[in-house]
């Protein structure tokens, strides 16, 4: 499939068109062209896709691919007379549960949607600031309030893990680094001796740790594999005296490893 | 739909099947308790979860819904033994497009797996980085890297915004704060002048602001209406002489915004 196009189209965002579709598309050896179209809300919208669509189809010889989620049934059906084959991603769901609620959907258009002045999402906002207040053990203030604390050596991929599980579930994640000096005194640091049990820790493979922090410090002690290897093992000894469960950031998304903290730490924001 | 319960299972991290089946669900006035189950990856694993829809059929008297993106089919199978209404988001779409590509599909488990040493995760990574690094007008070092940069006044959602632009599509985004410094000069901060073509601008009503700035500083003149109505005003007429597209994000959730700064400032990044 060299030249073969994938379009998806929503009067949303398209993030639920396109999540979904890549990973529809991953069970492929394939690299289609992505085009992500949101917000085709109006006829003239969808017609102007329309015709996107089917000048991929003229110039590449294929039918394009169409995901869709579109509430709006006068949408759907322009889209539907494309060149492309159209995937209805709502309605051949929609339907089914139609019948088994015993009510009519409502068409409104986009999770999203008004969901600015939520509870939920307020809670999100707020746990992104945590978060960023409680980066590198930058504050030890609050941290009784703190949902998970994520410990790891610098660059175990605690960062990106608490914004992701602050954004994306409202979780108050602050992390902390274990540096050599807690290694030499072996202990984890004392303002989060309290906190044990919402501490979750990360560790990385020592090679892997040191080609990343070769790319920030080239050359340094700090990026050298003899002292990746020694903070990594510190790092894990630690931990295990301590009590506190890890996994290894190495071969896991931050998708992967924050699923797994809430799995393993707070499966109640896995059931709500 | 008081008491029914629907579960999302997957042998990956579930993200997608409950991305997508919370916008199935968003057009049923209807607020089921949410079960995910990520990770179901064996026999065992899946004949638990199968116990926990049994169960929940049961003491709920209606059959759970079960929203399932399952690569391995006997995992699925046995999922299908359930007591609850099993919705296959996968194999539904894997069929047509299979006849369509000619090709069979290759059964891999999750978008997500193995992902952590490509190229579009390393970007995503890094962008996270600068984004943090620049967050709140920090620094102005190497402003030439960014790929946007977000203006607007105090509490006008920029940081959230950044952040999920690096987290979500690789996007370097700095942001830099309007203040009332800025006003008076009445010029964009210096350091931003050369790169004004890549900056987009958010504003809020004053209204909602006073609100926000009241929480983390009650009663202070930062978070009066008169304060909050006049910087509004000066920071909208500022984006306006500057000629900086700018959005509200008074009733925009942060996905939505940054959909739309894409689609205006750089749509190459819906295309790829």
């Known amino acids: 499939m060299p030249h073969r ?33 949101p917000f085709i809300d109006t006829p003239d919208k969808a017609h102007q896709v329309v015709r996107e669509i089917n000048h991929a189809a003229e110039i590449e010889g294929r039918r394009p691919i169409v995901f869709v989620t579109l509430v709006n049934v006068e949408i759907l059906a322009i889209l539907k007379l494309s060149k ?9 769901f929609i339907e089914p549960l139609e019948a088994e609620f015993g009510i009519t959907s409502n068409h409104r258009v986009g999770r999203f949607s008004d969901i600015s002045k939520s509870q939920e999402y307020t809670d999100r906002i707020e746990a992104i600031n945590f978060s960023l207040a409680h980066d590198d053990g930058q504050s030890s203030k609050n941290l009784a309030a703190a949902d998970v604390i994520l410990v790891g050596v610098s660059r175990s991929g605690k960062t990106p893990t608490s914004l992701y599980l602050a954004m994306q579930h409202g979780i108050k994640a602050a992390n902390y680094p274990l540096i050599p000096e807690d290694f030499e005194r072996g202990r984890i640091p004392s303002s989060l001796a309290p906190f044990k049990a919402k501490c979750f820790g990360l560790t990385i493979d020592a090679d892997r740790l040191a080609h990343i922090r070769h790319e920030r410090r080239p050359g340094s002690k700090y990026a050298s594999i003899e002292n990746c290897r020694y903070e990594v093992k510190e790092a894990e000894q630690m931990m295990l005296r301590e009590g506190i469960g890890w996994l290894s950031s190495t071969h896991k998304s931050i998708e992967e490893i924050a699923t797994t903290i809430l799995r393993d730490l707070r499966p109640d924001r896995l059931m709500y």
Chains 1, 2 share one sequence.
């Open 5 to 37: 196009t994938v379009f998806f189209v929503s009067d949303g965002t398209g993030i639920t068109a396109e999540t979904f579709g890549n990973s529809i598309l991953a069970q492929f050896a394939a690299k289609p062209r992505h085009v992500r179209r």
């Open 84 to 92: 492309g084959l159209v995937l209805d991603m709502f309605n051949t």
